[in-house]
């Protein structure tokens, strides 16, 4: 009350001053700054804001604050290990390797090597000669007719939409490049995906997007049409994402445009949202009659599934369903809790579903432990930035790694964390055509190559750092995690990987017993 009655005196003395500016014209200046600022006083006084009716004019110093401060943190307040996603550190890292810089750091580690949930391997005297091979492995069981020579490390799923279509030709032409495959992301198989005749990984979400029907049901010659392609290497079911598991994709309205809702087959303007579960499938046994259904549509690829492991006893079912009908796939992708995505609910991505560290001793074990492993390949998807962390993966379970959010940053993200709102600042995250425009193609396809080619290089030499002669040999004990008693166990001591066949034996391992009992193939 007293802060509006001191206002509005002041706007009477100002107004008493105003009535003196023709007999004193050197003060017109004044007056023409602050009859604005009373304006903008009186705007606020009748404002629903209570800061703002409260404190007028300079309340908007609050707001202002607030827009910038996520500006202000990133650039003066983090340091190289405290940012949030990706710290300082891995950007620079990326973008220092997709530059063709070196990416070596002066002076020693900056990391605290005793704190606790600190991982690290430990080296050999007796180092090892890598194959160049080994960058290199085969999808496809024995149920595959075209099996899939695979980089160990290739884009994760990204979607057109949600990505702009001058970064989607960026990573497909730099994947072109360095010989790697794009995976499409849900948002379905575009021509930016097959334009520069890069290997491509087609996700197939449960909205079916580029293969749906009216009712938004898969349709089989659509997708019989389209898989055929060459380009196409895999396909991917995407049961689940790390970043909203159980929740389905979300694609802003505001990034749907006429051409986005050409592609999906959606409303233009509206949030193209996909629904939680596949209308296609409700049990295991109909996921593998899925899998076994798009395998034959699309003359015999490797056909696998995504997801992120929540409730341990349904992918333990999804085994169970293996065993029973003899169906396969390919391939098993890892979606960690961690993963990132361009829009989700924030108590989903902040609470839902298994880190990719956690997730992968798990999945690794359940096939092992059911005679399955070396039939199926396991791709690693969350947080994967560096050579090491390649190593960390595939030794605890995995045999490839997706990444998604370096490769944002080879092609320019410098994470300002608007890819939802369509005003992504790089043209990176937008469907803004002029935003997106300043994205160079050319010159972000050699970057996204660049980045590739050192991350592998890095990954083949810690590899043999560690005496170990081939990445297959990489096992749970190479890796060490920091205890919070400042002891180091290695991940074959953190997590139970049962030995070749234990789950079928009768003697189940008392981790995996619970799960195991409670496992069905003919339910979720």
């Not at 979606?335 to 798990?362: C, H, K, M, Y």
Request: glycine share 10%.
């Amino acid at each position: 009350m007293w802060r509006q009655l001191f206002y509005a005196l002041s706007v009477l003395a100002i107004l008493a001053v105003a009535a003196l500016v023709p007999f004193h014209p050197e003060a017109a200046w004044a007056f023409a700054v602050i009859l604005p600022l009373v304006a903008l006083g009186l705007y606020d006084i009748a404002s629903p804001r209570n800061v703002l009716g409260n404190y007028p004019v300079i309340g908007h110093l609050r707001y202002l604050m607030e827009f910038i401060s996520p500006e202000i943190r990133q650039y003066f307040l983090e340091d190289d290990k405290s940012g949030r996603p990706f710290n300082r550190q891995q950007r620079d890292l990326v973008k220092s390797r997709g530059a063709g810089s070196s990416g070596t750091h002066p002076f020693g580690t900056e990391y605290d090597v005793f704190a606790s949930g600190f991982d690290f391997a430990v080296h050999s005297i007796a180092v090892k000669q890598v194959p160049k091979t080994a960058e290199r492995i085969t999808v496809g069981g024995p149920q595959c007719r075209q099996p899939y020579d695979s980089s160990r490390l290739n884009i994760s799923a990204m979607s057109f939409g949600a990505l702009s279509s001058h970064a989607v030709l960026a990573m497909n032409k730099g994947a072109a490049m360095g010989g790697f495959a794009q995976d499409t992301g849900e948002g379905g198989l575009t021509p930016y995906h097959l334009e520069h005749g890069a290997d491509v990984i087609w996700e197939i979400g449960s909205g079916y997007f580029g293969c749906r029907t009216r009712d938004g049901r898969f349709d089989d010659e659509d997708f019989r049409r389209k898989a055929t392609d060459p380009h196409v290497k895999m396909i991917e079911i995407k049961l689940s994402q790390g970043a909203k598991p159980s929740h389905g994709g979300m694609l802003p309205g505001a990034k749907v445009n006429a051409e986005i809702a050409r592609m999906r087959e959606v409303p233009e303007g509206k949030d193209c949202l996909s629904p939680a579960a596949h209308p296609e499938f409700d049990t295991p046994r109909g996921l593998l009659a899925f899998v076994a259904r798009l395998r034959a549509l699309c003359g015999g690829k490797p056909v696998g599934f995504k997801l992120c492991i929540g409730r341990r006893s349904e992918f333990l079912g999804i085994c169970k369903a293996m065993l029973d009908t003899g169906t396969l796939p390919d391939f098993i992708t890892v979606d960690g809790a961690e993963g990132g995505t361009g829009a989700a609910p924030v108590e989903l991505s902040d609470r839902l579903g298994l880190t990719i560290d956690e997730a992968l001793p798990f999945v690794h074990g359940a096939l092992v432990g059911c005679g399955l492993r070396n039939r199926i390949r396991v791709i690693a998807s969350g947080k994967v930035v560096t050579g090491f962390d390649m190593v960390h993966k595939i030794a605890i379970g995995a045999d490839i790694c997706n990444v998604a959010r370096p490769m944002m940053f080879a092609v320019g993200c410098i994470q300002a964390l608007r890819c939802h709102t369509n005003t992504c600042p790089t043209g990176v995250a937008t469907q803004d055509q002029r935003r997106a425009r300043a994205l160079k193609i050319d010159e972000r396809a050699e970057h996204v190559r660049r980045y590739h080619r050192a991350t592998v290089d890095s990954f083949i030499e810690i590899t043999g750092a560690m005496g170990v002669a081939h990445p297959d040999q990489l096992t749970p004990q190479h890796i060490l995690h920091r205890m919070p008693d400042q002891q180091a166990r290695d991940y074959g001591q953190l997590h139970c990987y049962p030995a070749p066949g234990a789950l079928l034996s009768g003697t189940v391992p008392e981790p995996f017993a619970q799960h195991w009992a409670e496992a069905s193939a003919d339910r979720f």
